[in-house]
């Protein structure tokens, strides 16, 4: 039992990982299958939206074995990390919108044609409903179901930082996740039909951004759940999926100015990407304030 539990702290983040993994791919693959046809049993419509769950479970069964309950309770407390400044608020809820109109007039300025704001990704996921209505309700729901967060950044992160400089972890995490796409990427309708590589490309440039974001507001969960819900909201209710004929074009001129964004980060903060020091966790991990950057 001794052994095992020395294996588990040694292999801390591949073995939470693997959970990750165990605890959502069965979904995600399941829904891949559906998609194609290919199963007998269709999957409740409801499991695909509630899978980030997975990643909840996987992060408090660790926790808990690894550090107990006092553990669990300072990696949810995390999500209590609310007082971060009005700066770090304008950049989670504002930063991906204005990104991504600035690939689409990009995109316009080099002559590519003028994506119909009037049908973006969004019609094919809540139909007729106004758009002025769906948005709130897509954003709300993205962050009331997005576990995802809780074991990129709250059990992974700190755990890489302690061993590796802040941009290594993000450079690992953002491997890690883009991976954790693929059975998503697989799903027919899912808007991820680019080249899987874009996608990865994406996948760490944002996982870069969202490291600053958590190191710098002092290991906010609250804060990244936020970021990941407007990121996901802009780029299905702007005209950046299938928003334009040339929509690959268009998502690779986004994508370029992810990775922009993310090169000007580490310019910005260098490897640390706003983490105090190597081996110490974010300092307001386990507090209900932090101060911004």
Excluded at 18 to 34: G, H, Q, R, S, Y
Excluded at 159 to 185: C, D, E, F, N, Y
Excluded at 234 to 252: K, T, Y
Aim: contains cysteine.
């Amino acid at each position: 039992m001794l052994r095992h539990s020395e294996w588990l702290h040694r292999h801390a983040v591949s073995a939470g990982f693997v959970l990750m993994f165990a605890f959502t791919w069965p979904i995600d693959l399941w829904a891949a299958a559906d998609s194609h046809g290919w199963t007998s049993v269709r999957i409740w419509p409801i499991l695909p939206l509630l899978v980030g769950y997975g990643f909840v479970a996987a992060s408090l069964v660790m926790t808990g074995i690894l550090d107990g309950r006092a553990g669990i309770g300072r990696l949810l407390r995390q999500f209590l990390v609310w007082r971060i400044g009005l700066l770090w608020y304008a950049v989670v809820l504002l930063a991906a919108p204005v990104v991504d109109l600035a690939a689409i007039a990009a995109h316009v300025l080099l002559g590519g044609a003028v994506p119909d704001f009037t049908q973006p990704f969004a019609r094919q996921v809540v139909g007729p409903l106004d758009l002025g209505i769906a948005l709130p309700l897509f954003f709300v729901m993205g962050v009331l179901s997005n576990g995802e967060e809780i074991g990129w950044r709250g059990y992974a992160t700190p755990r890489l930082q302690a061993g590796h400089s802040a941009l290594t972890a993000a450079l690992v995490v953002g491997m890690i996740w883009a991976l954790w796409h693929i059975p998503k990427a697989l799903t027919a309708g899912s808007g991820q039909d680019y080249p899987f590589w874009l996608f990865v490309l994406d996948t760490v440039a944002k996982a870069i951004v969202f490291a600053w974001v958590y190191n710098g507001t002092g290991g906010s969960l609250w804060a990244v759940t936020l970021l990941h819900a407007s990121v996901n909201t802009s780029v299905v209710f702007l005209p950046i999926l299938r928003g334009a004929p040339d929509a690959v074009r268009l998502i690779a001129i986004s994508i370029g100015l992810h990775c922009l964004v993310a090169i000007a980060v580490v310019l910005a903060t260098g490897t640390a990407l706003g983490a105090r020091s190597r081996g110490t966790p974010p300092a307001a991990v386990g507090s209900p304030s932090a101060t911004p950057a």
